[in-house]
């Protein structure tokens, strides 16, 4: 039976993910201030934190929130990103225009 979770934004996205995300954006060092745990402080390896996560709840749910909230992060960055593009791509066909009807 297949349960969809259509309001769960973490449906389908493993620990394991989440964590190498994390790790890959922003690595341990900044993880370990965030979040004061020492498998991101002490002797750090993705086994390692895996296993605490596992075991803690209070501390995945930490993780959690920071990968979500990295996630609307990155969304809202793409989305303004693409609204420039398209602003300067409307721009040069402005110009474009109006160099055109100079030249005749």
């Known amino acids: 039976?297949?349960?969809?979770?259509?309001n769960n934004p973490l449906h389908g996205v493993t620990l394991k993910a989440?964590?190498?995300?994390?790790?890959?954006r922003r690595g341990f060092a900044e993880l370990s201030e965030?979040?004061?745990?020492r498998c991101f402080a002490q002797d750090p390896s993705l086994k390692s934190s895996l296993k605490f996560?596992?075991?803690?709840?209070?501390?995945?749910?930490?993780?959690?929130?920071?990968y979500l909230s990295d996630q609307q992060s990155?969304?809202?960055?793409?989305?303004?990103?693409q609204r420039r593009?398209?602003?300067?791509?409307?721009?040069?066909?402005?110009?474009?225009g109006d160099?055109?009807?100079?030249?005749?």
């Open 18 to 24: 989440m964590l190498e995300d994390l790790i890959a």
């Open 99 to 104: 160099d055109e009807g100079r030249k005749s």
């Open 53 to 66: 996560l596992r075991k803690t709840d209070w501390a995945r749910a930490r993780v959690e929130q920071l």
């Open 74 to 81: 990155l969304a809202r960055n793409q989305k303004r990103n």
């Open 34 to 37: 965030l979040i004061p745990i």
């Open 85 to 96: 593009a398209a602003q300067r791509t409307h721009s040069k066909a402005q110009e474009a």
């Open 1 to 6: 039976m297949t349960s969809e979770q259509p």
